[in-house]
């Protein structure tokens, strides 16, 4: 195997009940992310971060959040919204960080074997972490939870599978079947076009995680843009085989709702909810503003469609009944405007093409390959795509050359080959393409 593809990033409610507006007042923070430098033997090698908010009281409920590629802890307790509902309802956050020395991009290793195995490497990291706050925050230890993206996702899906008796819920966003790749080579085919497998075979790897274990399961909550090109959208159907098969529930949906921002709920039995998010790309679905049901700030990787933490929040009973709707009900929100092709951290799902160096979204020394003009016979301008690099390469509307890629016809520069840095391209003719980030 190649040593850089060792480093490679190949990650990567009950609701149902329509809510009024409640204006929501910004609290005064006192409370601060903070570092626990000391929390187990951490065979991992994990960063941990913990959020308590003022006036947490004992046995409170407690939710790990997992960022993506590229992101660290700071990045998504920031933007995915968790800290208000943390804030707001009463509950503890801890925020597990992947370090660029167990992987170049910062990506949980959910397709290492050694780290997603119960009683070893992350995932037991991870489960120390719950143990230390626990022990130490007085946490109820029947309501913890776990969620993350894309390769935090697929980390949740490793958590869940390896500790049904740690979590009793858990919110993949974005994310892969647990034991679909134990290769950096097949975590490639696991994200995009995805794996298929019965039912039962999905089953079968989350049981032989815990063999012989009899206990009650974790509730499964699965996110999913329908226009995902990083984590295809066929990977939600798979999850939803494989937890529908391990809670023994029926892969037909006992009820259906819409929800706000375009996003399409599936039921099954209340064990598995499959949220799809319509139009949406490879992201944690945000909805910013100051309303209790509004929450997170929008990005590349956090979508203005629905505030999936408020949902999730409420679907593992975390307000405690504590919502008074007051006010009307509005339109589902408008998506923003594309936000910068280039975050300060943006997670991805799907692998790297670069070498084990952490890669910079922009190359510091760009080829000298100049874009060619554009024809002067110009058919209309056809759809716009947005995509990873990669992804673009792999469609065809874009080639790589010594690890840069450029658009097909024009050669516009679009900067490093992987999955992480994204573009916008037009066709503006046969196979001629031109980079239009502000209009994707």
């Known amino acids: 195997m190649p040593r850089w593809l060792r480093f490679v990033l190949p990650v990567l409610a009950a609701v149902g009940t329509a809510v009024g507006l409640t204006v929501v007042s910004t609290p005064a923070y006192a409370a601060s992310l903070t570092t626990v ?62 370090k660029s ?20 490497g992350e995932a037991l990291s991870v489960k120390q972490m719950v143990d230390y706050a626990a022990t130490n925050y007085q ?5 913890v939870y776990v969620t993350g993206l894309s390769a935090g996702a697929a980390m949740t899906a ?16 974005a994310g892969i079947p647990y034991r679909c790749a134990t290769s950096t080579t097949s975590a490639f ?46 990977n939600a159907t798979e999850l939803r085989d494989q937890w529908t098969n391990v ?33 949406m790309t490879h992201a944690t679905p945000v909805d910013p503003g100051s309303a209790t ?34 006010g009307s009900p509005t339109a589902s929100p408008t998506p923003s405007a594309t936000p910068s092709a280039t975050p300060s951290a943006t997670p991805s799902a799907t692998p790297s093409a670069t070498p084990s160096a952490t890669p910079s979204a922009t190359p510091s020394a760009t080829p000298s390959a100049t874009p060619s003009a554009t024809p002067s016979s110009t058919p209309s301008a056809g ?14 509307r874009a080639h790589q050359s010594g690890g840069y890629v450029y658009a097909n016809g024009s050669n516009q520069a679009m900067g490093l080959y992987n999955v992480f840095t994204t573009h916008g391209l037009q066709q503006t003719g046969a196979n001629y393409y031109v980079v239009a980030d502000t209009a994707c």
């Open 37 to 98: 430098s000391s929390f187990g033997s951490n065979p991992g090698n994990l960063a941990m971060y913990s959020y308590r908010p003022d006036g947490l009281p004992a046995n409170a409920p407690l939710v790990v959040a997992m960022h993506g590629c590229t992101q660290n802890a700071t990045d998504y307790f920031t933007n995915a919204g968790w800290r208000k509902y943390a804030d707001l309802w009463r509950f503890a956050l801890v925020l597990p960080e992947q």
């Open 101 to 120: 020395a167990n992987n170049s991009s910062s990506c949980f290793n959910w397709f290492e074997t050694g780290d997603t195995a119960r009683g070893s």
């Open 139 to 143: 946490i109820d230890r029947g309501r």
């Open 158 to 173: 490793v958590m869940l599978a390896t500790y049904p008796d740690v979590f009793a819920g858990g919110a993949i966003m």
């Open 189 to 234: 085919s696991c994200m995009n076009p995805g794996v298929d497998k019965t039912p039962a075979a999905w089953g079968d790897l989350v049981r032989n995680a815990y063999s012989g274990y009899t206990g009650a399961r974790p509730r499964v909550s699965i996110w999913h843009g329908t226009s995902d090109t990083t984590v295809a959208p066929a």
């Open 247 to 279: 809670l023994g529930v029926s892969q037909t949906p006992t009820s259906t709702a819409s929800l706000p921002g375009g996003t399409s709920l599936s039921n099954y039995a209340d064990k598995v909810k499959v949220y799809l998010v319509q139009g």
């Open 293 to 326: 049901e509004q929450c997170g700030t929008a990005g590349t990787y956090y979508k203005d469609t629905i505030c999936s933490s408020y949902y999730q929040a409420r679907d593992w009973g975390l307000d405690g009944g504590v919502v008074t709707p007051t």
């Open 383 to 396: 759809p716009c795509v947005r995509a990873s690099n990669y992804a673009h390469v792999t469609a065809g």
